[in-house]
């Protein structure tokens, strides 16, 4: 299995999705974990790791914005987000690794990490955890306009982005989408594609032991990491569209946003009514303190953690459709779902003026999690994928 992270310790979602299948694939398949990490400090987490892996591969990336990285993306036709990770030494290690050992199957998460691996007759399975190059088109197409003179370098940037994930798409043995909305959308791009879904999960048992405190004032969450650029994109339309509109009807009401590495332009938004928070130990604590989670995604594909997690703590939920895609929730049963900062901001009163509400929304999405997204039932599936 090669990541493009280490999957500990579990601060955003790629690394939670790998670290539970890894933890629940373990007693069935005997596993290589191949990660990249940023630096040598993350060793130290190996041990974790160890107890479900036959054994752990780290490869040094380059940083982000090195010079290499920017020479590769301007001489080469790889884009930015490969370069980032290729490496003809990380090439070498891995060729050498499947010269050494029997492998009866390569598990590539993200179609960046493939470029790495050397020509061989091992099946490879792709999973695409989102449509990476709608992220960054949406991302381009989001820019202030002072910003034209590079639009049309970023632009080609995006469409070699989207060659290469194509072209990887196709060089796998077969494909996994997180929801069926993503294979929907794949299989039209490329119809003779095999594609799974393989959707994302959630510890029911380590977030069901959440503990439930009514904070003073109507707090309403937001959760997301940002090193994630639509979590950005959604903090900004939630603080600038959506909550003066929720503020005009409940005076004491109270933001809180939540997530690691958030940026100098998120950190400004820290006001009297307004918490920004980076450092939170247990996300459980801003569920267990919060009224409603609010998660107004307006880019990014796939199964959204937040929102697992929302519902596997009896926390109940305003999203836009794209933030609940991936999950049988239904509009006004396990969620309240708008696409405008009005409805959004709607439906968030709603809540937070109908105790009734919230709890129905909550008690219904909790036992929709537990039955259909638990990791032990994920992992059942990808096994049946792998075999």
């Not at 459709?321 to 049988?328: F, P, Q, R, S």
């Not at 032990?376 to 599936?381: A, E, M, N, P, R």
């Amino acid at each position: 299995m090669i990541t493009p992270y280490l999957p500990y310790p579990l601060v955003s979602g790629g690394q939670i999705r790998t670290y539970n299948l890894l933890k629940n694939l373990s007693t069935k398949h005997k596993i290589t974990l191949a990660s990249f990490i940023r630096n040598t400090d993350e060793g130290k987490y190996i041990k974790d790791l160890s107890p479900y892996c036959e054994k752990v591969i780290t490869f040094k990336r380059r940083k982000a914005w090195s010079p290499i990285n920017v020479l590769l993306s301007a001489l080469t036709p790889f884009p930015f987000l490969v370069c980032i990770y290729f490496d003809i030494r990380v090439r070498a290690q891995i060729k050498k690794e499947l010269e050494k050992e029997k492998y009866d199957l390569i598990h590539a998460e993200t179609f960046y990490v493939m470029p790495n691996i050397p020509g061989t007759d091992v099946p490879i399975f792709l999973v695409e955890q989102v449509i990476e190059y709608l992220v960054y088109q949406r991302f381009v197409e989001g820019l202030p306009k002072w910003m034209f003179l590079i639009k049309p370098f970023l632009f080609l940037d995006v469409i070699k982005i989207k060659w290469w994930e194509k072209y990887y798409w196709k060089k796998a043995k077969r494909l996994a989408a997180m929801s069926q909305d993503d294979r929907d959308f794949i299989q039209n791009l490329e119809p003779k594609l095999k594609i799974d879904v393989v959707a994302n999960g959630v510890d029911i048992d380590y977030f069901e032991k959440t503990k439930k405190k009514k904070p003073q004032n109507p707090t309403v969450l937001f959760v997301g990491q940002f090193k994630w650029l639509p979590n950005r994109d959604a903090t900004k339309f939630l603080v600038e569209e959506i909550w003066p509109k929720i503020k005009g009807e409940i005076k004491n009401a109270k933001l809180w946003i939540v997530g690691r590495n958030p940026p100098k332009d998120i950190l400004n938004f820290a006001s009297d009514n307004i918490r920004v928070d980076g450092g939170v130990e247990d996300i459980r604590l801003a569920y267990g303190t919060s009224d409603v989670l609010l998660a107004p995604i307006r880019n990014g594909r796939g199964t959204k953690y937040k929102i697992l997690e929302a519902m596997a703590t009896r926390t109940p939920i305003v999203a836009t459709k794209l933030a609940v895609e991936g999950i049988n929730a239904t509009n006004g049963k396990q969620a309240l779902v708008a696409q405008t900062a009005e409805g959004l901001a709607v439906n968030t009163v709603k809540v937070l003026k109908d105790p009734k509400l919230g709890e129905s929304l909550a008690n219904h999405a909790y036992e929709l999690v537990k039955k259909d997204y638990n990791w032990g039932k994920i992992s059942d599936q990808l096994d049946k994928v792998y075999k």
